[in-house]
């Protein structure tokens, strides 16, 4: 079982930056992946970046260039450092997580596989 905590919402004006902390304990997988979803009111839910075991990484289009994922293995903590906010960005970001799937000789993050981990998810506010 993983249990995952997210830290580090708040409020900031259009242009600003925060930086989204979440402490995975429990048992993480060897070859995991680490997801940041964010749901904004009326919205579907959003899946922004992914970091796995490796340090791979990737963004969705909408966050690229602005926002950084990334892992401090020895702290179990995954970070989302986001800059150049804007109101568009604002909702419950959540971190979550999944084992891997092995396939043809590595492991990946394969989108049809959900994340049955979730955090209980950290409120930000962007003001224009």
């Known amino acids: 079982q993983v249990q995952l905590v997210e830290s580090g919402g708040g409020t900031v004006q259009s242009g600003g930056s925060l930086r989204l902390s979440c402490v995975a304990s429990?048992?993480?997988?060897?070859?995991?992946?680490i997801r940041w979803f964010r749901q904004a009111p009326g919205k579907e839910r959003e899946g922004l970046a992914t970091?796995?075991?490796?340090?791979?990484?990737s963004y969705t289009a909408s966050v690229k260039g602005r926002f950084t994922i990334s892992q401090e293995n020895g702290k179990n903590t995954i970070y989302l450092q986001m800059n150049n906010l804007q109101p568009e960005d604002t909702g419950m970001y959540y971190c979550?997580?999944?084992?891997?799937?092995?396939?043809?000789?590595?492991?990946?993050?394969?989108?049809?596989?959900?994340?049955?981990?979730w955090g209980q998810g950290t409120q930000v506010t962007v003001s224009s």
């Open positions: 979550t997580a999944k084992e891997a799937t092995y396939l043809a000789g590595g492991h990946f993050c394969l989108p049809k596989y959900p994340y049955p981990f």
């Open positions: 429990g048992v993480l997988y060897s070859n995991y992946c």
């Open positions: 970091i796995t075991n490796d340090g791979i990484t």
